[in-house]
C-alpha cells in the first residue's frame, strides 16, 4: 500500500507561484507512475501532470503546459508540482497518484489540497 499526503497550497494572486508537495509512504515510490490531478467547484477531476518511474519522461495537459512543472525526489519520497503564471481558472483541489507499473490505472490517492487562485 502506499499512502500519499500533500501539502502546500494556498491562497494566491493571479500571476504568482505556489509549490505543492506529495510525501509517500508505506512504500518507496521508485517504481511508480506520479500524477497530478485537479477537480475545480462543479466540474470533474481533470488530468494536469504525470511524470514516469525513472523521472525521465513528463506529460501535461494543455491548459498548463510551460507554467507548470512535475518532479520527483524518490530519496524523499516527494513529487511535486511547481505552478507559475497562476490563473484563477486553475483554482482547484489538487491531488497526487501513483500508479505500479504494471497497472493500467492510477490505484493511489492523496486527499487533496485546495489553492486558490485570485484575480
Known amino acids: 500500500q502506499v499512502q500519499l499526503a500533500e501539502s502546500g497550497g494556498g491562497l494566491v494572486q493571479a500571476g504568482g507561484s505556489v509549490r505543492l508537495s506529495c510525501v509517500a509512504s508505506?512504500?518507496?515510490?521508485?517504481?511508480?507512475?506520479l500524477g497530478w490531478f485537479r477537480q475545480a467547484p462543479g466540474k470533474e477531476r481533470e488530468f494536469v501532470a504525470q511524470?514516469?518511474?525513472?523521472?525521465?519522461?513528463?506529460y501535461y495537459a494543455d491548459s498548463v503546459k510551460g507554467r507548470f512543472t512535475i518532479s520527483r525526489d524518490d530519496a524523499k519520497s516527494t513529487v511535486y508540482l511547481q505552478m507559475n503564471s497562476l490563473k484563477p481558472e486553475d483554482t482547484a483541489v489538487y491531488s497526487c497518484?501513483?500508479?505500479?507499473?504494471?497497472?493500467?490505472?492510477?490505484?493511489?490517492w492523496g486527499q487533496g489540497t485546495q489553492d486558490t487562485v485570485s484575480s
Open positions: 508505506g512504500r518507496t515510490l521508485s517504481s511508480y507512475r
Open positions: 511524470i514516469s518511474w525513472s523521472g525521465g519522461s513528463t
Open positions: 497518484a501513483a500508479r505500479g507499473t504494471l497497472a493500467t490505472t492510477y490505484g493511489y
